[in-house]
């Protein structure tokens, strides 16, 4: 099939929603286009040959915790043009680049909605503009929601590897299995091994070891690494609040200024015009900016 009308409606549409489970392609494509029937992955490859020059890029994976399969639309570099965004501010960028740090040092990868949002005390953005920033990066899948946690979304997932191998290489880890980065998995208690979540459910299948080590396996070990991870997380709340009410102690300023902040609890939520303006948009200047490197936690 030449490239043509399927090809550049398909290509608005990944674009457009940033992240499409394959099934729901599929119906989109089968019910605007039911005579042709075009196969997803080859108008894929016919696509990323066309966009491949600006940087962009289609890709088709597995949700790691799911195993479903999702089409997710990239930006695979970030010239004059994406650094010349101005939909986000050079502090809504480092608190991305801080919410992307604190996440990939936990455990299991997630941090505590509360958590999020007290990373910005030290920064020069509002705590309604945080929870507006929030949902807005959630609704564009660089982040998502799981439960009152935040763990990266399927976008930032695929489209900042590369940033994350340069610039917080201390605070990856690969997959014991398919040596890719794990950003939902957990690490053995025994050897310290990261796994994804998939890749140790696939293996376990084959009998209850662990792959890296070929320890005995028992799902109470998975439900004591989640305990653990909340558990420091609420620790990490715990002393930055406590330095925070240092902080307030030695400048009243300051101290009137975080209450009049903290006393804030209403959502706030993007509006429907600003939505639009956000989809299959990239988060440029993140990848730009050299982040500290820091060690992940370990387990005594």
């Not at 796994?195 to 320890?215: D, F, I, Q, S």
Request: charge should be negative; charged fraction near 25%.
């Amino acid at each position: 099939m030449s490239y043509g009308e399927v090809h550049r409606f398909f290509l608005r549409t990944i674009a457009s929603k940033g992240v499409l489970t394959f099934s729901n392609a599929q119906n989109i494509l089968d019910q605007s286009y039911p005579e042709d029937k075009p196969s997803i992955e080859d108008l894929a490859k016919q696509i990323n040959d066309t966009i491949r020059p600006f940087q962009q890029t289609i890709k088709i994976v597995n949700d790691e915790v799911t195993s479903e399969k999702n089409i997710v639309f990239l930006f695979l570099g970030f010239d004059d043009a994406t650094k010349s965004q101005n939909m986000f501010s050079a502090q809504e960028l480092e608190f991305f680049r801080t919410l992307i740090e604190e996440i990939m040092t936990t455990e299991s990868r997630q941090i505590s909605s509360q958590y999020a949002l007290n990373l910005v005390n030290k920064l020069k953005v509002p705590k309604t503009d945080a929870q507006r920033l929030l949902r807005t990066w959630c609704r564009m899948h660089y982040l998502v929601e799981i439960n009152t946690n935040y763990a990266l979304g399927l976008r930032a997932i695929h489209e900042f590897q590369h940033y994350l191998r340069e610039n917080m290489p201390d605070t990856i880890n690969e997959c014991c299995l398919c040596k890719e980065i794990v950003f939902r998995g957990y690490n053995c208690p025994l050897c310290g091994d990261a796994v994804h979540t998939r890749c140790l459910n696939m293996y376990l299948e084959a009998g209850p070891k662990w792959p890296c080590c070929k320890a005995n396996f028992d799902t109470a070990q998975l439900e004591t690494l989640n305990r653990e991870s909340f558990s420091i997380s609420e620790t990490q709340l715990s002393t930055q609040l406590t330095t925070q009410h240092t902080t307030q102690k030695t400048n009243g300023t300051q101290h009137t200024t975080q209450q009049r902040n903290d006393s804030i609890e209403e959502s706030i939520e993007t509006s429907d015009d600003d939505f639009e303006q956000t989809l299959g948009t990239p988060i440029p200047g993140v990848s730009q900016r050299v982040s500290r490197k820091r060690k992940r936690m370990t387990r005594d």
